[in-house]
């Protein structure tokens, strides 16, 4: 079985999953959903795409009358992924939705209840949760082979360009480098070193309040504490490039990759060696797997479920109150 797909968000990271969905075995781009009809003509032809499964931002929730669609990829700015997931849930089809989730805890929460009360799944775009060195990693940590995992640094961060751009407004980024960028360390520190956090601290630095306004952070550096001790120190900032890795030290062995979570190919190697694997398109990956999640019900070695987008929303709405109080924050 092929889960069928309709693209919500014809923009740069949309036209890379549909070029990367063509290689895919199990997903297939049958649906287009746009506010730029110029789009969707190139886009229909490139991709063979029927007039009768394309929408707009006004009538898509017809698609529920479309039984050649599946589920409903949205890849627009972070603010709209809320109320979009939340109309393509109640128009009866599956969800897989970018990073971040929502813009922040409560938000996310109003999602993994829609989904819920309209049946269908709720997926989130992390696609580094299918990679094969990260997996190998995260395989090795789980296996006691770095020994007790104490320490984790992630660095995530690149020199962001036109400021006019919907990264830089906070009404749809909801936020600065820790929504875009940032996640990616909050999200690896949590995979790399298989617990949860219990207390986060954060530090802001803005050197240009022109360019990132209110609410729009450049730089945060922020800190997390586990359960078991360990400590997470991590980075994430648009001011400056060459930032894309993690680095997890244990009792008895270390990993270290870079870069880490971009598109590839990622480095990693461990103290007893390099992690040698094939590089695939990670949206490839990505695909085949939530189709196997959707279809037949496969349960990933880390989730990317709603509840799973929930726990970094929770952290990232820490991380913001920490810096705006300065305080330790607790985490239930
Ligand atoms: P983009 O600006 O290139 O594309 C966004 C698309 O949304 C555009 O086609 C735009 O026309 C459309 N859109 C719909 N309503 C809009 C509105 N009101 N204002 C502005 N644009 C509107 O951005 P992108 O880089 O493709 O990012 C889209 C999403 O994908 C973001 O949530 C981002 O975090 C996520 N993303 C994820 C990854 C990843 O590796 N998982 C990488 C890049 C982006």
Not at 23 to 36: C, D, E, F, P
Not at 280 to 306: R, S, W, Y
């Amino acid at each position: 079985k092929i889960l069928r797909v309709a693209i919500m968000g014809l923009g740069s990271y949309g036209s890379r999953v549909a070029e990367a969905m063509v290689n895919s075995k199990r997903a297939k781009l049958v649906g287009l959903i746009s506010g730029t009809p110029s789009k969707v003509e190139t886009w229909k032809q490139k991709y063979g795409i029927p007039d009768k499964n394309c929408y707009n931002y006004e009538n898509f929730d017809q698609i529920k009358n479309n039984p050649d669609i599946d589920a409903v990829y949205v890849i627009t700015p972070n603010s709209l992924h809320k109320p979009y997931s939340i109309r393509v849930a109640k128009a009866g089809k599956h969800v897989i939705c970018e990073k971040p989730m929502a813009l922040n805890e409560a938000e996310g929460r109003e999602m993994v209840a829609a989904c819920k009360t309209a049946g269908v799944h709720l997926l989130v775009g992390y696609r580094m949760h299918f990679e094969a060195k990260t997996m190998e990693v995260v395989r090795q940590q789980r296996a006691g082979e770095f020994g007790k995992t104490l320490f984790f640094q992630g660095l995530s961060g690149f020199i962001i360009g036109d400021p006019t751009q919907w990264r830089l407004n906070y009404e749809l980024a909801g936020g600065g480098s820790m929504m875009d960028i940032g996640i990616y360390s909050i999200n690896g520190a949590r995979y790399m070193l298989g617990e949860e956090p219990i207390w986060v601290t954060a530090q802001e630095v803005k050197t240009d309040p022109v360019k990132f306004k209110e609410g729009v952070d450049e730089t945060i550096t922020f800190q997390m504490g586990f359960p078991s001790g360990a400590v997470a120190s991590c980075l994430s900032t648009y001011a400056l490039n060459n930032l894309d890795k993690f680095y997890l030290n244990g009792t008895k062995g270390f990993a270290e990759m870079q870069p880490s979570t971009g598109y590839g190919p990622i480095k990693a190697w461990t103290n007893k060696g390099p992690i040698e694997a094939e590089h695939v398109t990670h949206q490839t990956t990505q695909m085949d797997e939530m189709a196997a999640i959707i279809l037949d019900g496969k349960k990933p070695l880390i989730p990317v479920d709603g509840e799973e987008g929930l726990k970094d929303l929770v952290i990232v709405d820490a991380i913001y109150e920490a810096v705006k109080t300065g305080k330790k924050i607790r985490l239930a």
